[in-house]
Every structure is written in C-alpha cells, then in structure tokens.
C-alpha cells in the first residue's frame, strides 16, 4: 500500500515531488492546472524529464493526476463540453508524460436532468478524450451523490465504463467519504469488505486502480461531500484503519486529500498497523472456534 498525499506542483513539476518527500508520501496526487481555471499549464517535455528525475530516487512511487473540479463531461451546453474535453485530454498527456498511474476524473453531473441521458453524454466525451490521447490510465472516481452528480453508486460506474466502451485504460478511484456519504456502510472492516465484494460483482476489482481516503463531516447515506481529518469523522479511526488494513488495496496508491501532513501520513502509518492487528486476532480467533466446533462434531459422532 502506497500511503501519500494530495501536494501543490507551484514553483513546476519537481517542486511536488519535494513537498511529498516532505510528508513522508509513498504516493501524491497533483493538479495539473489550478483547479479552478481553464487555462492549462504549458508544461512541455523539459518539465516532465524533470518530473521523472526529481521522482526516481525518492520513496514515491506512484503519482496521479487530478482532473479540474470545471469540468463536467455530462453538460448539455457545447461549450462547456468542448472545455471539458480539451482539459481531459491535456490532463492525460501531462500523466503519460511524467509517468501518471492515472487520472482522477469526476465523471459529471445531470443537473436536474435525465441521469441515463447523462451517463452517455459524459461517457461519449470519456472515450474521445482516451481515443485522442495515449498511455495514461483514466479513473473515475465515485461520487457521494449531491446535485445529479454520477458516479454515485458502483452500478452508474460500470454504466459509464460501459458505455465509453470498457477500454483498458478506464478504471475506478474509490472515495472513503463518498462511500459513506452515498450509502454504503464501510465504517468497520466488515462492512468494506461487503461493500467491496459488491464492487467486484458490479464493476470489477480489476478496474480499481486508487483510494483516496478522507473521513467525513457528514453521516451514512447524507449524499454531502465534506472531508474530514483521517480519524475525526464518521468513518473515525476505527473505519479508516480498516481501509489502510483492507488486503484489496495492497499495491494501491492510497491518498489523503484533507490538509495533508506530515503527521496525518505518520498516523495512517500506525491505523494500518492497528487495522492489520485486529484482522489477524480476528483470524486467529476464527480458526480456535471452528476447531472447536470441529471438535464437539466428533466428540457427538463417537458417542
């Protein structure tokens, strides 16, 4: 499990690295441009050789790429999804550039619309976006419901993965708080166990390719996005220990996002180790019991 942190690229490319170094990351996430503008930043090879160098030593080993909170590839205005689009495709050739393990994107929003109608506009302009670009993969991460957004519900995921036409390169970014807030109970390890089980049926584990782990400020089911400090939520250090211990996520980048720092990295460190000690005592005691279940068996079976 790569356990890492949302970092600022501002000052170019390597400055993020630094500031990951810095927290202690295994992984970061970056915008490729401010997040709220769509001017793109003219980052040309130069900038990603640099990435790459800056990066090679360091224990970060893996990087992604946050699409722009503007875009929305479900809008019904032209100009809007013609903005979209060219934002996509250039957030996809900054990670082929520097190496990306993908690109988060926020698949869209319905408005007050049809949400089917949406699903096919978005993923129209998902599948062009990886036609007319190379390399890099694309993740779209859930949603915790509000304003017709997509995404909320693991069966709207594998409707737009589908309808882009399930190419290799789209896969999924699972939210902690979105879970929580869209309805699904992923507060103790067997509760994201099922939710993720559900998740394969419905989408495919294959297709996970990120966590991003944030507690939350707002209940189960409240279809609100407000990020927590890890541990001060909802989810609490109980749920965000069973996320960090999760056997499913391994190899995974896993990335806070709330006012990242050197201590919350240091502490998802130690909630993955109290996670993983509470799984394996809870192995262990599932093994005593069924030996003696097994054992009362044979005993009834002599007699």
């Given at each position: 499990m790569l356990i890492g942190a949302h970092v600022s690229p501002a000052g170019g490319l390597p400055k993020a690295v630094d500031r990951g170094v810095e927290l202690g990351a295994e992984s970061i996430q970056i915008f490729n441009q401010s997040p709220r503008m769509w001017r793109p930043t003219a980052y040309g090879e130069d900038d990603f050789r640099a990435f790459r160098e800056a990066i090679a030593p360091t224990p970060i080993k893996s990087v992604l790429i946050h699409a722009v909170y503007l875009l929305n590839c479900a809008s019904e205005d032209?100009?809007?999804?013609?903005?979209?689009?060219?934002?996509?495709?250039?957030?996809?050739?900054?990670?082929?550039?520097?190496?990306?393990?993908?690109?988060?994107?926020?698949?869209?929003?319905?408005?007050?619309?049809?949400?089917?109608?949406?699903?096919?506009?978005?993923?129209?302009?998902?599948?062009?976006?990886?036609?007319?670009?190379?390399?890099?993969?694309?993740?779209?991460?859930?949603?915790?419901?509000?304003?017709?957004?997509?995404?909320?519900?693991?069966?709207?995921?594998?409707?737009?993965?589908?309808?882009?036409?399930?190419?290799?390169?789209?896969?999924?970014?699972?939210?902690?708080?979105?879970?929580?807030?869209?309805?699904?109970?992923?507060?103790?390890?067997?509760?994201?166990?099922?939710?993720?089980?559900?998740?394969?049926?419905?989408?495919?584990?294959?297709?996970?390719?990120?966590?991003?782990?944030?507690?939350?400020?707002?209940?189960?089911?409240?279809?609100?996005?407000?990020?927590?400090?890890?541990?001060?939520?909802?989810?609490?250090?109980?749920?965000?220990?069973?996320?960090?211990s999760e056997p499913r996520f391994e190899r995974l980048p896993v990335v806070l996002e709330t006012k990242p720092s050197k201590e919350q990295v240091e502490l998802c460190h130690k909630l993955r180790k109290r996670g993983q000690a509470a799984r394996r005592r809870r192995k262990a005691s599932a093994v005593k019991s069924s030996g003696r279940r097994a054992s009362r068996s044979g005993s009834v079976r002599r007699r």
């Open positions: 032209k100009e809007i999804v013609a903005k979209s689009r060219a934002s996509l495709i250039q957030s996809l050739q900054v990670g082929h550039g520097i190496g990306a393990a993908g690109v988060v994107l926020h698949p869209g929003s319905a408005k007050q619309g049809d949400i089917g109608r949406a699903i096919k506009r978005a993923s129209k302009v998902i599948g062009q976006a990886l036609s007319e670009s190379e390399g890099c993969p694309l993740q779209l991460e859930d949603t915790a419901g509000a304003g017709g957004t997509l995404g909320r519900t693991f069966e709207e995921l594998a409707s737009l993965i589908d309808s882009a036409g399930a190419a290799k390169r789209l896969g999924v970014c699972l939210d902690s708080c979105h879970l929580l807030s869209s309805g699904y109970d992923v507060r103790t390890a067997d509760g994201l166990a099922d939710a993720l089980d559900r998740f394969d049926q419905v989408v495919g584990l294959d297709r996970l390719g990120s966590v991003h782990l944030n507690d939350s400020k707002t209940p189960l089911g409240s279809n609100r996005d407000r990020h927590e400090l890890i541990g001060e939520g909802e989810l609490g250090e109980r749920g965000c220990s069973a996320f960090l």
